[in-house]
T-cell receptor
């Protein structure tokens, strides 16, 4: 089955700097890759997603890139702000079984 | 903006007791999911539900678990005989086409 690896587990960056979180997936049939942000005690919230027919997608300070050949995708946050502090999860989805398989999460800490 | 809702927000139960967790998905969504998250860990897929039947389930979703959509709005997860290791946050999610999934606020289950 699908397996998603996510790195790093913790990332600490200075406010205003960029943060990059990387994920790899194992099943080439995966075709949809969302990123969720989870604040402490709250629900995961979808922040950006990308489909397998697209290489890059951007939404203001957030961007996601996908390399299908290498089976990895990354989240990029620029000009980080204190409210970006949270746990970020990547996930991979296959429409053959409607399962969303999650990475282990990255705790992002924004230092003032 | 419509949201997935879940009740109760917290549930404390004795080991061996049955619990029912309730979810109201977004009204025009067709795919429904249950996930669990043990404190500090990643989100784990339990089950997906479409067209009034289970479409996929994980190894976690054993005979002690069941799901139901008793009417046009509610989607429930039942755990027949709770174990200590069932203590976790349980999230319901819904989706129009299966991919982009929106999460409810979760039910924190504590089994004593």
């Amino acid at each position: 089955g699908e397996n998603v690896e996510q790195h790093p587990s913790t990332l600490s960056v200075q406010e205003g700097d960029s943060a990059v979180i990387k994920c790899t997936y194992s099943d080439s049939a995966s075709n949809y890759f969302p990123w969720y942000k989870q604040e402490l005690g709250k629900r995961p919230q979808l922040i950006i997603d990308i489909r397998s027919n697209v290489g890059e997608k951007k939404d203001q300070r957030i961007a996601v890139t996908l390399n299908k050949t290498a089976k990895h995708f990354s989240l990029h946050i620029t000009e980080t702000q204190p409210e970006d502090s949270a746990v970020y999860f990547c996930a991979a989805f296959m429409d053959s079984n409607y399962q969303l398989i999650w990475g282990a999460g990255t705790k992002l800490i924004i230092k003032p | 903006e419509p949201e997935v809702t879940q009740t109760p927000s917290h549930q404390v139960t004795q080991m061996g007791q049955e619990v029912i967790l309730r979810c109201v998905p977004i009204s025009n969504h067709l795919y429904f999911y249950w996930y669990r998250q043990i404190l500090g860990q990643k989100v784990e897929f339990l089950v997906s539900f479409y067209n009034n039947e289970i479409s996929e389930k994980s190894e976690i979703f054993d005979d002690q678990f069941s799901v139901e959509r008793p009417d046009g709005s509610n989607f429930t997860l039942k755990i027949r005989s709770t174990k200590l290791e069932d203590s976790a946050m349980y999230f319901c999610a819904s989706s129009v086409y299966g991919e982009t999934q929106y999460f409810g606020p979760g039910t924190r289950l504590l089994v004593l």
